[in-house]
């Protein structure tokens, strides 16, 4: 009777607060590196090409670091060609 419904009433909290602290853990796995990547996007954004992100993982949000990577690397090559373009033509 009365002691049964104890014994399911820790139980169901037992279980909720393993479900809830599970939905907080996965949160902060999504949530932290996002933070971390729109922070540096915003710095390129602002022209700093010396920014890098060295977040990697075996999933989409590595998928969007590498992105990232590619994408900031790319940059540096233009702005480096765009540089030598600039010395050559001041030097005609």
Avoid: C, H, K
């Avoid at 933070?35 to 992100?53: C, F, H, K, P, Y």
């Avoid at 999933?59 to 030598?84: C, H, I, K, P, T």
């Amino acid at each position: 009777g009365t002691s049964q419904l104890g014994f399911l009433a820790i139980i169901v909290i037992i279980g909720f607060t393993t479900v809830v602290g599970e939905l907080y853990l996965l949160y902060q796995q999504i949530t932290q590196p996002l933070r971390q990547i729109t922070a540096i996007m915003s710095r390129v954004a602002l022209g700093d090409l010396s920014q890098n992100s060295d977040f990697r993982r075996a999933d989409e949000l590595g998928q969007l670091a590498d992105a990232f990577r590619q994408m900031v690397a790319y940059q540096r090559s233009m702005a480096a060609a765009a540089q030598v373009s600039a010395i050559r033509g001041a030097n005609w």
